[in-house]
């Protein structure tokens, strides 16, 4: 999952960004509004944590930029005032959530995985394929009924894969979901970490669940491929 985290306040930025990162997610980072409006034109961001007090624009009017533009990601604003009144405008300008600062970091993360459970608000916080089988909120994987040890990247890039099992996945998508905008495009960095999860979930005797789409990209399905 690849999150936007908007925030002037450099050290407060630091401890989300490095909060989230050790989480398995992808994180971008910004100190503005209007750089936040542009990073989420460009990007296809699964959430964005944002801060109210912004220079140039402010986190309401960011978020009502977003929305007139279509932009649907979800926002978990973050602000110093905890009135009534403020946490009403959030809404109304178009957030999803509201956390008032001081804040702790585990409440932040509970409530980032509550917006992006609410596109499929049916869908389990177990994923199951074949006997592969991950489990959403705890991030812990076990193939067989045997837990297997992911790094961070590693994780985020089974989640993306199990999250959209059956579907063929382009490098596109997954750059977009699972790496931030430090990523070399121009490497071999997502066929590595394919044939890392490949040598820890796929390996004998389990059947490979990870099939490549020469052209295409990769796809996670229980069904063999020719």
Known sequence: MRVLVVEDDPKLARLITRGLREEAYAVDCCDSGPAAVTNAAVNPYDAIVLDVMLPGMDGFEVVRTLRQRAIRTPVLMLTARDGVSDRIAGLDAGADDYLVKPFDFGELLARLRALLRRPDALQPMMARVADLEVDLAAHIVRRG??????????????????????????????????????????TNTIEVYVNRLRGKIDKEPFVPLIHTRRGAGYILIDTPQP
């Open 145 to 186: 009924g045997v837990v297997i040890a992911l790094t961070a990247k590693e994780y985020a890039l089974l989640e993306l894969l199990v999250r959209n099992a059956g579907r063929v996945l382009s490098r596109a998508d997954i750059v977009g979901h699972v790496w931030d905008d430090n990523h070399d495009p121009f």
